[in-house]
């Protein structure tokens, strides 16, 4: 598969100048792409910012309305530069991939860019990186294969500690991310989410063997909507599989492992929903320390052997919602909203407390089936099949002719049944 990265005049100077301008137009929808940005764009390229060349090559208008658009977009597609990838104040040509990271450096702002279907590995630090601007808006990474990576070791590394510079708006999408945890790597999370990043949706992806978390979220900090992990299967993490300190919402993933919401750097868990998740683990399922605000655990199958499935430890838990879960192992620190399954044999078609082969799909005659609190089932399932007039426990819609998606392996999840809807792409950065 051809490794492509796409930019749409991802030069920072360029964008916050766009930006700017689009905040001055009142900041409404507009139809039609207005006529100021092709002249705008036409006076970047005529500046000698953004150089055509091999490996740098202009590509047919892009309509959509705002910021959406390009009269004169751009596809990067060379390789072979010896320096690591680097997009943002100087539009450059991606270097060899093998070996090296993917870095969207910029010192202000970089907007749009598509990383998709590269294979990333055997990197001296983390796989792709944007952590040295100021707002990254409108990153779609999408379909990457990432292993085997060394030094700090991250898969991805989104944004930057205590909120110095942070992703929006992004997708970052049915990646398959593996083995961040070889003996060299220092932390080796699968995807990191730094804090005050916001309003991104990290959906599909497979991410197994990582030292640190499979998946790692903090707080938003206030900046906009919260994030979104769904549709995501971990196992073999070192660490939590998923931790998140705050403003986030996950679910329908299947989670070979734990869920733990703490404290990390300035948030603490609050405005969390956790829904419909698969959880199965030795240890406890769902861990929930220092609570300062609302947390709701619902229609969770979280599966333990050895201890509680939900432990709520610490902090304000009045502020914790439990509806619907079921599982084994019991609740500690809560006195509702959970129910014992009838065994991991039961209520699967063929799942065990490690690692894949497994399928946690719904067995026929399952505790999962038609018990969970209505009000919180989400729209689509794991799969991305409708719920609708569905109330089953865990990330699966139950069918009685057996699962009709992706059969969980070590590669790329494949498509389920319907597309999801995209993030809102018509946006406008401040
Ligand atoms: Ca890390």
């Keep these: 598969m ?32 207005e006529p100021w940005r092709k002249e705008a764009e036409a006076r970047c390229i005529g500046s000698g910012a953004v150089r055509e060349g091999p490996g740098v090559v202009r590509i047919s208008a892009i309509n959509g309305p705002g910021m959406c658009g390009a009269d004169f977009p751009f596809r990067v597609s060379s390789l072979g530069v010896a320096a690591m990838l680097s997009f ?64 700090t070791g991250e898969g991805m590394y989104l944004g930057c500690n205590d909120d110095g510079c942070r992703v929006a708006n992004s997708l970052i999408e049915g990646n398959y991310i593996h083995h961040t945890n070889s003996a060299d790597v220092e932390q080796g999370d699968g ?22 978390p499979g998946i790692i979220t903090y707080s938003t900090v206030g900046n906009g909507p919260p994030n979104i992990l769904e549709g995501n299967v971990i196992w073999n993490s070192s660490d939590n599989t998923i931790q998140s300190a705050a403003d986030v919402i996950i679910r329908n993933n299947i989670v070979l492992g734990n869920i733990s919401l703490q404290t990390h750097q300035a948030g603490s868990p609050g405005n969390v929903q956790v829904v419909n998740n698969t959880i199965i683990n030795s240890g406890a399922g769902i861990d929930v320390r220092n609570v300062v605000g609302s947390v709701l655990i619902a229609n969770n199958a979280v599966y333990s052997q050895g201890e509680a499935a939900i432990r709520l ?32 044999a039961a209520d699967f078609v063929n799942a065990h407390y490690g690692v894949p082969s497994i399928d946690v799909f719904p067995r026929s005659g399952s505790a999962l089936i038609g018990t969970a609190s209505a009000a919180n089932v989400p729209a689509l399932d794991f799969n991305g099949s409708s719920r609708t007039g569905t109330n089953d426990v865990g ?36």
């Design 313 to 344: 430890i610490s902090g304000n838990l009045g502020l914790v919602t439990l509806a619907g879960n079921v599982g084994h192992g019991g609740l500690s620190g809560g006195s509702s909203g959970y129910t014992e399954g009838k065994g991991i």
């Design 2 to 33: 051809a490794c492509r990265l796409r930019t749409f005049l991802a030069g920072s100077v360029v964008c916050v100048g766009l930006g700017a301008l689009a905040a001055c137009s009142g900041g409404g929808f507009f139809g039609e792409r």
């Design 88 to 151: 943002g104040d100087e539009l450059r040509p991606p270097g060899s991939v093998v070996g090296r990271r993917v870095e969207l450096a910029g010192k202000n702002a970089i907007y749009f860019v598509t990383i998709e279907n590269c294979e990333i590995h055997e990197t001296g630090d983390v796989g792709i990186s944007a952590n040295s601007g100021g707002t990254y808006e409108g990153l779609r990474i999408l379909r990457n294969h990432i292993h085997h990576t060394h030094g």
């Design 395 to 430: 990330a699966y819609r139950y069918n009685a002719a057996g699962n009709p998606g992706w059969v969980i392996s070590a590669g790329f999840k494949t498509s389920g049944t319907v597309v999801r809807p995209n993030p809102p792409t018509n946006l406008t950065a401040q």
């Design 191 to 212: 995807i990191e989410i730094k804090e005050g990043s916001y309003g991104n949706t990290i959906r599909d992806n497979v991410i197994h063997d990582t030292t640190y």
